[in-house]
């Protein structure tokens, strides 16, 4: 279904909008970007979204030059259920960008009309993307869990760690979290923020281990260390690692019973899968389903007590176009944000 779409458009709709975060908060709520990706992983199953893979520019992050210690990504996509298109131009620097204490994450998100080209709406896209980074944890569960409450682990307590637990909470009841963070000061700080979205216990862990436990175990951080072993993961399990880097040894990724990715393409070259795909270990055919293909009844993939999964939904700039998009929409109804007449 594609909605709002005129091409008769007036000049004074060539305008173009320019919308900050704490505007962007008050036009979205969580439960309306999980409802969001939802449409939007329908659309990729569908075939009605189109979503390149990202573009990666290293500024350092690995490579020996510059020494900046940041990279960025480029993610264009198409959503046909709104007729729109646009890009994100997003990384992450933990060199500069961290000793003036500024946020991991900087992003921009450029809207276009798809059929005539001019840019609608520049928006920033840090919320954005801490939103619908959560919000595709929780469809792909939908579609994975046949239950209604359930226990998590978590593995990183910031900024990720909330909105994936917040995300989470619009579609389950949970029950635990057992959260570790290399600094307990952040996961402390955590299970304060989070009680009132967690209906039950929030267990700080004093290993990684310890939280090594529940129906879904989720990975949030910046570490290059395979930390979340095997030998941890209990059958039942689906294990979410959300990170640049491989946060799961190799021996657990060979022996999960599914695989599951938001896009085959990313997927097979960057995060938990790259070094095993580099060496011909995991291959497209390794791969069940995308949440894509779950979500428009494609595939079904419901995990059984003695199985185990890996789930990988890296980030597609499908997710944060299509929240933009309705975020655009609102403003211009409400009548927010500074315009720039595109010429």
Same mark, same amino acid.
């Given at each position: 279904?594609?909605?709002?779409?005129?091409?008769?458009?007036?000049?004074?709709?060539?305008?173009?909008?320019?919308?900050?975060?704490?505007?962007?908060?008050?036009?979205?709520?969580?439960?309306?970007?999980?409802?969001?990706?939802?449409?939007?992983?329908?659309? #990729?199953?569908?075939?009605? $979204?189109? =979503?390149? &893979?990202? /573009? *990666?520019?290293?500024?350092?992050? !690995?490579?020996?030059?510059?020494?900046?210690?940041?990279?960025?990504?480029?993610?264009?996509?198409?959503?046909?259920?709104?007729?729109?298109?646009?890009?994100?131009?997003?990384?992450?620097?933990?060199?500069?960008?961290?000793?003036?204490?500024?946020?991991?994450?900087?992003?921009?998100?450029? #809207?276009?009309?798809?059929? $005539?080209? =001019?840019? &609608?709406? /520049? *928006?920033?896209?840090?919320?954005? !993307?801490?939103?619908?980074?959560?919000?595709?944890?929780?469809?792909?569960?939908?579609?994975?869990?046949?239950?209604?409450?359930?226990?998590?682990?978590?593995?990183?307590?910031?900024?990720?760690?909330?909105?994936?637990?917040?995300?989470?909470?619009?579609?389950?009841?949970?029950?635990?979290?057992?959260?570790?963070?290399?600094?307990?000061?952040?996961?402390?700080?955590?299970?304060?923020?989070?009680?009132?979205?967690?209906?039950?216990?929030?267990?700080?862990?004093?290993?990684?281990?310890?939280?090594?436990?529940?129906?879904?175990?989720?990975?949030?951080?910046?570490?290059?260390?395979?930390?979340?072993?095997?030998?941890?993961?209990?059958?039942?399990?689906?294990?979410?690692?959300?990170?640049?880097?491989?946060?799961?040894?190799?021996?657990?990724?060979?022996?999960?019973?599914?695989?599951?990715?938001?896009?085959?393409?990313?997927?097979?070259?960057?995060?938990?899968?790259?070094?095993?795909?580099?060496?011909?270990?995991?291959?497209?055919?390794?791969?069940?389903?995308?949440?894509?293909?779950?979500?428009?009844?494609?595939?079904?993939?419901?995990?059984?007590?003695?199985?185990?999964?890996?789930?990988?939904?890296?980030?597609?700039?499908?997710?944060?176009?299509?929240?933009?998009?309705?975020?655009?929409?609102?403003?211009?109804?409400?009548?927010?944000?500074?315009?720039?007449?595109?010429?």
């Amino acid at each position: 279904m594609i909605w709002n779409v005129d091409q008769n458009i007036k000049e004074d709709e060539m305008d173009t909008l320019l919308i900050s975060q704490e505007q962007i908060k008050e036009l979205i709520t969580m439960k309306e970007v999980v409802e969001i990706c939802d449409k939007t992983f329908q659309g #990729m199953g569908e075939g009605t $979204v189109i =979503n390149p &893979t990202k /573009v *990666l520019l290293d500024l350092g992050e !690995t490579a020996p030059y510059p020494p900046y210690k940041g990279f960025m990504n480029a993610m264009p996509a198409y959503i046909g259920w709104l007729d729109v298109a646009g890009i994100k131009w997003a990384g992450g620097n933990l060199g500069k960008r961290k000793e003036m204490g500024l946020p991991y994450i900087t992003s921009l998100i450029m #809207m276009i009309d798809p059929a $005539v080209g =001019n840019f &609608t709406g /520049v *928006l920033d896209g840090e919320f954005i !993307t801490n939103c619908r980074t959560g919000a595709q944890t929780a469809v792909a569960l939908k579609y994975i869990l046949d239950k209604k409450s359930i226990k998590i682990g978590l593995y990183g307590a910031g900024m990720q760690g909330h909105t994936q637990t917040l995300a989470i909470s619009e579609l389950f009841n949970i029950e635990e979290v057992r959260v570790y963070d290399v600094f307990k000061g952040a996961a402390l700080k955590y299970a304060e923020n989070m009680k009132d979205v967690v209906k039950g216990d929030i267990i700080v862990c004093d290993s990684p281990e310890e939280a090594a436990s529940g129906d879904v175990i989720i990975a949030v951080t910046q570490s290059k260390e395979k930390f979340i072993k095997n030998e941890w993961v209990k059958p039942g399990t689906v294990v979410f690692p959300m990170g640049s880097y491989q946060e799961c040894d190799n021996e657990f990724i060979l022996s999960a019973d599914k695989i599951i990715v938001d896009h085959i393409g990313q997927c097979l070259h960057r995060g938990a899968l790259a070094e095993l795909n580099h060496e011909g270990k995991i291959l497209e055919e390794n791969i069940f389903a995308t949440i894509g293909d779950l979500a428009f009844g494609n595939k079904t993939a419901k995990i059984q007590p003695n199985e185990r999964y890996l789930c990988i939904p890296i980030g597609t700039g499908a997710m944060d176009v299509a929240v933009a998009g309705i975020v655009l929409q609102k403003a211009k109804e409400r009548g927010i944000g500074g315009t720039y007449k595109f010429v």
